[in-house]
């Protein structure tokens, strides 16, 4: 995919029946909005590609508390690092989400190398190819609820959300970001890599596989690769 031309993005929010069935899904099956989100991208990603060894980037603000004076540091420090999954297609759900919540638990664990340069982990691991080509954000920064509005009406982006910043920075043709209050499912795309209506359809698809998985937590992961 080209990694040029002008930006674009779309955006459609969960319906409130299935925003309130995930915050049910979460309580029962003990496991975060965000391991349920970012699950079905990794699904959609490995339905799309017929792949079941999958690589999702994950985006991390690279301000870690543990660095000394990180809070009078001034611009971006953001960074994206690969997450890479196993799709068996005989796992049943809810067993494959909580492996997924316990590997995001070791990477806020494993923050002392959030800001490993992609370059390095390339070369590691003996290839210059890039190691994915959509990167996800959860937006969990603290938000005034009273600016909700005002904030829609501006069309507000939190500064560490410009995606032409993000995705020239990464040269990735695709950017997913989920914003928790809504929910809300965003997509951010270099147009000379993605037709409109292919990004239409791709929003549609993950708000679907997220309502299909919230029906059965124990169904196998075939069920929902479309084998």
Known sequence: ATCNGPFAKQ????????????????????????????????????????????VLGVMSSGRSTELLDIETVVGVCINALPVRTTLNPDEPLLQWLQWLQRLQKQQVDLRELE???????????????PLFESMMVFENYPWDGSLADLADRMDFEHPLSQPDYQLAQFALPLRVEVEPRTPLLIMHYYQDSFADETITAMITDWADTIERMLGDPYQPLATLLGE
Do not use: K
């Open 115 to 129: 800001h490993t340069p992609m370059a390095a982990i390339q070369r590691w691991q003996g290839t210059d190819r």
């Open 11 to 54: 955006r459609s929010p969960l319906p409130p029946a299935s925003a309130q069935e995930l915050e049910r899904f979460t309580r029962a099956c003990r496991v975060t909005s965000n391991t349920v989100i970012q699950g079905a991208w990794f699904l959609l990603l490995g339905r799309y590609t017929g792949q079941r060894d999958v």
